[in-house]
């Protein structure tokens, strides 16, 4: 607070200098009372921290480059030879025989065309079922429809 009113005092001592009448110091008098007004706020603030350094940046050191690896040559056999295990590649013991499902495997289903023929007559036999639910006389004509196309060769 103290170098607030320091500094506002000496902005009204030195206006007011300048258009002094004459007699009165000028203007240079109340500059070169300047670093003393300066010191003196310098003193009441020291107080405070001043600047902090920049920042230490740890960067690793890049380490040197390796000599490429030297041929050591043919590697050396053992005087008991080679393993049969690297040697022989294969299992080691005979695989078993596996033994066949004792029972008998799912059918496969039979080629598109077969299950399209299936889908179709299961379909008509549905509609034929629907239509005796429903009151419909099976002297009626859709139900013969139904049944002469059950009845043709290649419906099954």
């Known amino acids: 607070m103290r170098v607030i009113f320091a500094i506002l005092g000496f902005v009204a001592f030195a206006t ?5 009448a004459p007699g009165v110091p000028p203007l240079g008098a109340s500059l070169a009372a300047l670093p003393g007004i300066t010191s ?3 003193a009441q603030i020291s107080g405070l921290p001043g600047p902090l350094p920049p ?3 740890y960067s690793a050191p890049t380490p040197a480059p390796l000599a490429p690896p030297i041929n050591p040559g043919p590697a050396v056999v053992p005087p008991a030879g080679l393993s049969p295990l690297l040697t022989e590649p294969g299992p080691i013991y005979p695989m078993p025989e596996r033994e066949s499902p004792s ?10 065309d077969q299950q399209k023929m299936q889908f179709y007559h299961n379909s008509l036999l549905d509609q034929q079922r629907q239509l005796e639910h429903s009151g419909v ?3 009626s004509e859709r139900s013969r429809e139904i049944q002469q196309q059950l009845n043709q060769p290649g419906s099954r």
């Open 103 to 112: 029972y008998s495997p799912p059918p496969t289903p039979g080629p598109i």
């Open 16 to 20: 007011l200098s300048v258009h002094a």
């Open 55 to 57: 920042p230490t940046i």
């Open 137 to 139: 006389s099976p002297g």
């Open 40 to 42: 003196a706020a310098a």
